[in-house]
């Protein structure tokens, strides 16, 4: 229901027509609007943000643009929400946030990769969102493996990736990114104080959506278009310039198991190599890792 709508909407501004303007007016909040005219004329971009779709309400914008995808929307098509009412996180959880304290967008892209080269997307999308918010508001962020962007700890923005794969090739690739812009200490939920973090706590200014979105933007493309023309040492030489993981003492997360570990270094495929409290070295690549703030080294180091 909600995609046919939403198509609708795309065809009546003119959306698949090349010669108007997509997505027509925007459609995001009031306080603190993104445009999507605006973030087409200025983006310093060959692919990604060229089509751009600002909504008010949405379940969740990998849902909306997974669906646009199979309706043929082209590479580096990015969809806004003020709201989520179904936003995801990795590994099954969700990703909630009131209207319009976050920038919440997906881009879709349509590499041509192998099924193995996808983690390294995420670690693409992960230095491009941490290097895009740095520019956009001088806020120095890590990245905790894979993905998530953390400062001091806690977390200022989360990234989602999901495949559709045909005949065991990813087909399209949506990358759903979300940041904590705007909430106040006193706004988040208790169990969420001490994890999480918005920008505005981190600076004290009210940096505009807009542009953080039309910086985060630009510096996505850079590191994809890095993997797709073939060149994934140098995402993975930038990914380690912004790793607040390796050299850490964490636990390990897997859907089976758990156990305590320090975080060594990166593989090619962007697996984290850990070596666990008997001296024996693992790759992981699904999975989470928690920091238990402790820096230690490694066999061989
Ligand atoms: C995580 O840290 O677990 C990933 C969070 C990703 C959240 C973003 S918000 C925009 C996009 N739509 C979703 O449903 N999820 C991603």
């Given at each position: 229901?909600?995609?046919?709508?939403?198509?609708?909407?795309?065809h009546?501004?003119g959306?698949?027509?090349?010669?108007?303007?997509p997505?027509?007016s925007s459609?995001?909040?009031?306080t603190?609007?993104?445009d999507?005219?605006l973030l087409?004329?200025?983006?310093?971009n060959?692919?990604?943000g060229?089509?751009?779709c600002?909504l008010r309400?949405v379940?969740?914008t990998?849902d909306i643009?997974e669906?646009?995808?199979?309706?043929g929307v082209?590479?580096g098509?990015?969809v806004?929400a003020?709201?989520?009412?179904?936003g995801r996180?990795?590994?099954?959880?969700?990703?909630?946030a009131?209207?319009?304290?976050g920038l919440?967008?997906s881009?879709l892209i349509r590499p041509?990769?192998?099924?193995k080269?996808?983690?390294l997307i995420?670690l693409?999308?992960?230095?491009?969102?941490?290097r895009g918010?740095?520019?956009?508001?001088?806020?120095?962020p890590?990245?905790?493996w894979p993905?998530d962007i953390?400062?001091?700890?806690?977390k200022?923005a989360?990234?989602?990736?999901?495949?559709r794969?045909?005949?065991?090739?990813?087909k399209?690739?949506v990358?759903?990114?979300?940041i904590?812009m705007?909430?106040?200490?006193h706004?988040w939920?208790a169990?969420?104080?001490?994890?999480?973090i918005s920008v505005?706590?981190i600076?004290g200014v009210?940096?505009?959506r807009q542009?953080?979105?039309?910086?985060?933007?630009?510096?996505n493309?850079r590191?994809?278009?890095?993997?797709?023309q073939?060149?994934?040492?140098?995402?993975?030489?930038?990914?380690?310039?912004?790793?607040?993981t390796i050299?850490?003492?964490v636990d390990?997360?897997?859907p089976n198991e758990?156990?305590?570990a320090?975080a060594?270094a990166l593989?090619?495929?962007?697996?984290?190599i850990?070596q666990d409290?008997?001296g024996v070295?693992?790759?992981?690549?699904m999975?989470d890792?928690?920091?238990r703030?402790v820096?230690?080294g490694c066999t061989?180091?």
């Open positions: 229901m909600e995609i046919n709508v939403i198509m609708n909407d795309l009546r501004c959306y698949f027509n090349e010669t108007a303007d997505c027509g459609l995001s909040s009031e603190d609007p993104i999507p005219k087409i004329q200025m983006i310093q060959q692919w990604l060229k089509k751009v600002c309400s379940s969740s990998n643009l669906k646009l995808g199979e309706q082209p590479h098509t990015v806004t003020d709201y989520q009412s179904a996180g990795r590994a099954g959880r969700s990703w909630s009131p209207s319009g304290s919440l967008f881009y041509e990769i192998e099924a080269e996808i983690p995420t693409a999308a992960a230095v491009g969102t941490a918010l740095e520019k956009a508001t001088g806020i120095r890590g990245i905790k993905n953390i400062f001091e700890g806690r200022v989360g990234i989602l990736a999901e495949a794969f045909e005949h065991s090739h990813p399209a690739v990358v759903g990114v979300g904590n705007h909430l106040q200490t706004e939920p169990e969420l104080t001490n994890k999480a505005f706590q600076t009210f940096f505009k542009e953080v979105l039309q910086a985060v933007c630009e510096e493309e590191e994809i278009e890095r993997l797709i073939g060149d994934p040492q140098i995402v993975l030489n930038n990914w380690l310039a912004y790793s607040a050299g850490q003492v390990v997360v897997l758990v156990f305590r320090t060594c593989n090619q495929d962007g697996g984290l850990v409290e008997f070295q693992r790759t992981i690549y999975g890792i928690s920091l703030h820096n230690r061989g180091d």
